[in-house]
């Protein structure tokens, strides 16, 4: 099952998608963490995404897509990914499917999380993030330690979760992403709304339950 996770940057994406994908049996691919890793190891892919990621816009489409193919045709992912800030653009919409289409795949369903922008913005400006495995906390402070088993690693806030930076990011989000959610409704994919306010299991369950599961 490929499923896509779709929603403003702080919505909950990142915390949903381990759960999800736990629950449905597949890993969670998120190119976010794909180019912070490249960024740490100093590869040129990260290289070269750090000026657009550190200023809050979006890494060109081309290296999006090389992503994509080598994490989706991985063996961990042969039966499907939670796909989490993937699409960002109608092109790696497209792009999407034809990587799927090789391995013969499709997206089987968008999640559309949801919440207002005061509760995204009060949610990134109280982000904290594990520089180890990048799990995100809200409400724990930078230099705090991971819970999650066998972590251990230090919480540090993310470059980009100033408030300069997150403003372009809801603009950019504005501009270049939000016409991805029509596009898959206009491309039939099934759409699924979920209510991202309240607590984190209670998110999941939805969630699961607009998959049917
Ligand atoms: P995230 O961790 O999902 O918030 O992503 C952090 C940053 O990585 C974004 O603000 C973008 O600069 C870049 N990025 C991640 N995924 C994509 C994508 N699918 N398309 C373009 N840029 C991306």
């Given at each position: 099952?490929?499923i896509?996770?779709?929603?403003?940057?702080?919505?909950?994406?990142?915390?949903?998608?381990?759960?999800?994908?736990?629950?449905?049996?597949?890993?969670?691919?998120?190119?976010?963490?794909?180019?912070?890793?490249?960024?740490?190891?100093g590869?040129?892919?990260?290289?070269?995404?750090?000026?657009y990621?550190?200023?809050?816009?979006?890494?060109?489409?081309?290296?999006?897509?090389?992503?994509?193919?080598?994490?989706?045709?991985?063996?961990?992912?042969?039966?499907?990914?939670?796909?989490?800030?993937?699409?960002?653009?109608?092109?790696?919409?497209?792009?999407?499917?034809?990587?799927?289409?090789?391995?013969?795949?499709r997206?089987?369903?968008?999640?559309?999380?949801?919440?207002?922008?005061?509760?995204?913005?009060?949610?990134?400006?109280?982000?904290?993030?594990?520089e180890?495995?990048?799990?995100?906390?809200?409400?724990?402070?930078?230099?705090?330690t991971?819970?999650?088993?066998?972590?251990?690693?230090?919480?540090?806030?993310?470059?980009?979760?100033?408030?300069?930076?997150?403003?372009?990011?809801?603009?950019?989000?504005?501009?270049?992403?939000?016409?991805?959610?029509?596009?898959?409704?206009?491309?039939?994919?099934?759409?699924?709304?979920?209510?991202?306010?309240?607590?984190?299991?209670?998110?999941?369950?939805?969630?699961?339950?607009?998959?049917?599961?």
């Open positions: 099952m490929d896509v996770l779709f929603g403003k940057p702080g919505v909950g994406k990142g915390t949903q998608a381990p759960k999800l994908g736990e629950a449905l049996g597949v890993p969670t691919i998120a190119t976010g963490d794909v180019l912070r890793q490249a960024r740490r190891e590869t040129p892919m990260g290289r070269e995404a750090q000026k990621m550190d200023e809050g816009k979006l890494v060109p489409d081309s290296v999006i897509l090389g992503i994509m193919k080598e994490a989706l045709a991985g063996d961990g992912a042969r039966k499907g990914a939670v796909l989490d800030g993937v699409v960002r653009t109608p092109p790696q919409a497209e792009g999407l499917v034809q990587v799927l289409k090789d391995l013969g795949r997206v089987d369903a968008v999640l559309f999380f949801d919440a207002p922008d005061e509760e995204i913005v009060r949610r990134l400006s109280g982000r904290t993030v594990c180890k495995c990048q799990t995100p906390y809200t409400g724990r402070q930078a230099g705090d991971c819970t999650k088993p066998g972590c251990g690693g230090t919480l540090v806030r993310r470059a980009d979760d100033d408030p300069a930076a997150i403003r372009t990011r809801l603009e950019t989000f504005e501009r270049e992403t939000a016409p991805v959610l029509a596009w898959y409704r206009g491309h039939g994919t099934p759409v699924h709304t979920i209510d991202a306010v309240g607590a984190v299991d209670e998110v999941t369950r939805r969630a699961l339950g607009a998959l049917g599961r």
